[in-house]
């Protein structure tokens, strides 16, 4: 008993040491308390993700375009070539890839449509264009084919310069790249 009577007396004593350890422990329920409803608030916003994620893959909910997404916009379409027969399909993608080469200024030379080869039994269907176009569009032109809709891909490239490149032809007189483009998507049959 004589301990508690010092420790008593210790604390009518000195009483701001009673404060000290009053307002220690109301800071370590407070901290305690923040920590938990922050752990809540984080386990809410993680299954909300998760089941937002759900949804979209099991087709439920389209995906949101909104620029606030950590990858950018997502483009709106169907991923795969549409069409009923791969002839139709043929023709979405001729006509995607001769767009994209008018809208960057460009001028379809030739095109080519390959609906049979080593590729179509995957359901890749591959068209292959010659154009010309302005070299600063060149690059416009593959970002566009690659990030749009349905998924495109480059699979050959080939670029020849202006014949007067040494002589001072530039992009804005008439000096045009000659482009040799191969692009290809998957087609999925209609079920």
């Not at 960057?104 to 030379?109: A, I, K, Q, T």
């Not at 699979?155 to 483009?181: F, M």
Request: proline share 5%; charged share 15%.
């Amino acid at each position: 008993m004589t301990s508690r009577y010092s420790f008593g007396h210790y604390l009518a004593r000195y009483p701001w040491i009673g404060v000290v350890c009053y307002v220690g422990l109301v800071v370590i329920l407070l901290f305690t308390t923040w920590t938990a409803v922050a752990d809540v608030l984080e386990r809410r916003a993680a299954l909300a993700a998760a089941s937002d994620m759900l949804d979209r893959l099991e087709g439920r909910k389209r995906p949101s375009s909104d620029a606030a997404s950590p990858l950018g916009p997502v483009p709106s379409g169907s991923p795969f070539l549409e069409g009923q027969t791969v002839t139709v399909a043929g023709a979405a993608i001729l006509q995607r890839v001769a767009s994209a080469v008018r809208q960057f200024g460009g001028n379809v030379l030739s095109s080519q449509v390959e609906l049979e080869g080593t590729q179509s039994k995957g359901g890749m269907i591959s068209v292959t264009m010659s154009c010309e176009l302005d070299q600063p569009q060149l690059q416009q032109l593959l970002y566009d084919l690659e990030a749009g809709m349905p998924f495109l891909f480059v699979d050959q490239l080939v670029v020849q310069s202006p014949q007067g490149v040494g002589a001072g032809v530039t992009g804005s007189e008439g000096g045009r790249l000659r482009v040799l483009l191969g692009v290809s998507g998957q087609w999925q049959e209609a079920k």
